[in-house]
């Protein structure tokens, strides 16, 4: 009857022993799942926005040509400017140049920037449809546009305020705050 006592009784230990462990592990795994979500939710809005500036950021100064030969700067759009970046190489770009072009054309060319990529005849035809809504300037890889505004991604699209701070930027025009 002992020996029956002593094995119930180290049988009762072992399986608090077994609940312990279980429980400290659940509390592990639920630590793990709630980081883990923590890093799914960052990267779904990575890369539901690829082309996002961060709001509130200061473009940095920049310098170059249009098209047409005009020099263009932060000073060349004093009350703020609607910047889009695009390239022929980039099938979302073709997808949302339109969405673009119908955003940008009431505000006047005088208030629109779109900055390029590309070449060949892809080039000259994405140059053409810009140019009726905004002056265009042709940059090759990180120009001095896509550096000073911080471009990660193509299409990138941006809403400046006349200090030349991010007011609202995405991939598509549709994500951008109306303009004034």
Known sequence: MAFLTAAVILLGALVLLNLVITLGLVKRVRSHAEHLGQLVNQHQAEVAN???LEVGVQVGEFSAVS???TEISRDTFTDGAIIGFFSTWCDACEEHLPGFIAYAEPLGRDRVLAVVQ???DGLADLTGRLAKVAQVVIEEGQGPIAEAVGVRGMPTMAVVDGGWRVVSSGFSAA??????
């Open 50 to 52: 690829p082309g996002a």
């Open 67 to 69: 098209t047409e030969g």
């Open 118 to 120: 590309g070449d060949g």
């Open 175 to 180: 994500m951008l705050t109306p303009t004034r």
